[in-house]
């Protein structure tokens, strides 16, 4: 089956324990993109990666990391987590990150709560 | 930075009623895409419209991109519950062609 994989779906932390959500996707996808949910904030992109060893930044990418170094796998590194980032994050993929690409595919979410 | 207006941020309809949701963008888009999130889910892919003044129907649900290309409508007939659920519009700007910028979402309860 199709699909985008996150994990953990939820956790609870506390300020400065670094953690890392990973998130694997089993299409042989190019783009991998993550985003945080926000009530009344929508979706708003962290990073994203065109390909293997390609990453860039989205729109809040402060306090947080990305690698690429498969093209299955994007994690998403919280070095020193901080309450602000207590957040529903999104994890997702798409066959090409180029003009007019095609759809994203999002995983299930990972809550993350930040004390 | 480019940002793309969505409203509004809640609608609570009767059952049969019809529902709309508008998403506004200053500058122009390359194109937009549409996706729903059911309570407790994730954003799942509706649609994508490219072309000036371009209008796709997928049953009850009707996509329109304006002539302009800066702003973008979602129509549904005859809500019903299975409707519920929160409705994304993603523009994607020339400059940016490789990001998706998401609209704010509305929030849409069908009242039985």
């Known amino acids: 089956e199709a699909q985008v994989t996150q994990n953990p779906r939820y956790l609870i932390t506390v300020t400065g324990k670094k953690l890392t959500v990973t998130c694997s996707q089993n299409?042989?996808?190019?783009?991998m993109s993550w985003y945080r949910q926000d009530p009344g904030l929508g979706l708003r992109q962290i990073y994203y990666s065109m390909n293997v060893e390609v990453t860039d930044k989205g729109d809040v990418p402060e306090g947080y990391k990305v690698s690429r170094k498969e093209k299955r796998n994007f994690p998403l590194i919280l070095e020193s987590p901080s309450p602000n980032q207590t957040s529903l994050y999104f994890c997702a993929s798409s066959l090409r990150g180029q003009v007019i690409s095609g759809e994203l595919f999002f995983g299930e979410g990972s809550r993350l709560t930040v004390l | 930075g480019q940002q793309v207006m969505q409203i509004p941020q809640y609608q609570h309809v009767q059952e049969g009623e019809d529902f709309t949701t508008y998403c506004n963008s200053s500058?122009?888009?390359?194109?937009i895409q549409w996706y729903k999130q059911r309570p407790g889910g994730h954003p799942v892919f509706l649609i994508q419209?490219?072309?000036?003044?371009e209008v796709k129907k997928q049953k009850r649900l009707t996509f329109q991109f304006g002539e302009a290309k800066k702003n973008s409508s979602l129509h549904i007939t005859a809500t019903q519950t299975t409707d519920v659920g929160t409705y994304f519009c993603?523009?994607?700007?020339?400059?940016?062609?490789?990001?998706?910028?998401f609209g704010s979402g509305t929030q849409l309860t069908v009242l039985p």
């Open positions: 500058t122009t888009l390359s194109n």
């Open positions: 299409m042989n996808h190019e783009y």
């Open positions: 993603a523009g994607r700007y020339s400059g940016s062609a490789r990001q998706l910028t």
């Open positions: 419209l490219v072309k000036s003044g």
